[in-house]
């Protein structure tokens, strides 16, 4: 069976367990944490997660950060200077936050997201170098009164997250789902 296989099983086990609704936000985020060689893989399977998600009676919807960046950044009045000089842009980056929330806010509000809802987060490895998964998910999870599951392509050992296995991780309290776990 395919690491891919094996997560969405691993998920389904868990996504069939009944909710608790006194969950605080961090205890509502899910990561399904897969390599980040297998990303084409997973995206090329994500319905089969919303089948399951389904079957267990609850609702999906999916957000995609894939292209925010680029949306973010073409809508910035400066932006020609920032490929010019992209050193320029650290500065700018807090705003890619708000950004990003804002359109996060709206997509709940547009589907009349509830509690019963999985809002799935796609393409957070577009995030790399740009912003910590982190405060994405912390600026997230409280917005979300149903569970935020992060398909999150990296690694995860002893609570620590590592995006793209790169160098800076985080110790978080979400629930973690592997292809061995």
């Given amino acids: 069976m395919s690491k891919i296989k094996r997560l969405i099983s691993s998920y389904n086990n868990f996504i069939a367990i009944p909710w608790r609704n006194d969950a605080a ?8 944490v897969y ?15 919303e089948i399951v998600t389904r079957q267990a009676d609850h609702d999906w919807v999916i957000f995609d950060l894939t292209e925010t960046f680029a949306d973010w950044l073409a809508s910035q009045r400066y932006a020609k200077s920032y ?3 992209p050193e ?10 708000t ?7 709206k997509f709940l509000h547009d589907r009349a997201i509830d509690e019963n809802f999985v809002v ?10 740009f912003l910590k ?12 009164s149903g569970r ?30 592997t292809a061995d776990k």
Wanted: charged share 20%; hydrophobic share 45%; net charge negative.
């Fill in 35 to 49: 390599n980040g060689n297998e990303e084409l893989r997973l995206r090329a399977r994500i319905d089969e997660f």
């Fill in 25 to 32: 936000p961090a205890q509502r985020v899910i990561f399904c």
């Fill in 148 to 177: 935020l599951l992060v398909f999150f392509p990296g690694s995860y050992e002893n609570n620590n997250y590592r995006l793209l296995d790169g160098y800076d991780g985080w110790n978080y309290l979400a629930i973690h789902i």
């Fill in 99 to 105: 950004y990003i929330t804002s359109e996060f806010e």
């Fill in 88 to 97: 320029l842009l650290a500065t700018l980056l807090p705003k890619y936050l």
């Fill in 83 to 85: 490929f010019q000089k």
């Fill in 120 to 129: 799935a987060l796609k393409g957070v490895g577009s995030l790399f170098g």
């Fill in 133 to 144: 998964v982190k405060d994405v998910v912390d600026q997230f999870a409280p917005l979300v």
